[in-house]
């Protein structure tokens, strides 16, 4: 089976950091994505993680830790665009399946 | 850029009825997907598809079925909607790698 964690709603300041954690337990693993989903659109794709490590792209980075069953999003200088759910998904081997978190709501206060 | 489009924003039926839920995709994907997305829950995947004529059920398929005659349209049907599939529909593609599904803007369904 899958089970994926994360945090229900964070908070944050304009221009602050905030880091939303997700941690995986799934009977297989071929890779982690993060979305970014405003109300009511569609989730668009913010990263893939396969490998341990960081991956940066622009203000957000992604870190995974596979011994850890571990990956963090990092969002910096925080916007109030950013105001928005980000959703966790581990892939499944060989069928290219996701599995998601229920996702973390990110408000970001001026 | 990729673009997936679902025939419908927002739809409301009555319980009982057959509902069809139509996606396009206009990249040549072979794999196509069915969710639901509900508070708390996060999305769930109802049914995917890698190939035409081919389905495979996800975690919740009971209720749900699919039909995928053209490789760029993937179709989600109700057989006989019920108030618990009232729900926003989401509709995604991608190619057989490691590239990232690509989202439909949803369906939000509702069953009276």
Not at chain 1, 34 to 60: C, I, M
Not at chain 2, 1 to 29: I, N, W
Not at chain 2, 88 to 105: E, K, R, V, W
Request: net charge neutral.
């Amino acid at each position: 089976g899958q089970n994926i964690d994360q945090p229900t709603e964070m908070t944050a300041t304009e221009g602050a950091i905030v880091q939303i954690n997700c941690t995986y337990q799934t009977s297989g693993f071929n890779g982690l994505f993060w979305y970014q989903q405003h109300a009511g659109e569609a989730p668009t794709f913010l990263s893939y993680n396969v490998l341990d490590g960081l991956e940066e792209k622009g203000r957000f980075s992604s870190f995974l830790s596979r011994s850890k069953g571990y990956s963090y999003l990092l969002l910096k200088e925080l916007q109030m665009k950013d105001s928005a759910s980000y959703l966790c998904a581990v892939r499944s081997p060989n069928d290219y399946k996701l599995s998601f978190g229920a996702g973390t709501t990110v408000t970001v206060r001026a | 850029d990729v673009k997936v489009t679902q025939s419908s924003r927002y739809l409301v039926k009555r319980t009982g009825e057959k509902v069809f839920l139509e996606c396009v995709q206009d990249m040549d994907h072979e794999n196509m997907f069915w969710y639901r997305q509900d508070p708390g829950l996060g999305l769930r995947l109802i049914y995917f598809s890698y190939d035409v004529k081919m389905k495979e059920k996800g975690d919740i398929p009971e209720g749900y079925s699919v039909s995928r005659e053209k490789k760029e349209r993937f179709s989600l049907i109700l057989e006989s909607a019920s108030t618990n599939q009232t729900s926003m529909y989401l509709c995604a593609s991608s190619s057989p790698s490691n590239q990232p599904q690509h989202f439909g803007d949803g369906t939000r369904l509702s069953i009276l």
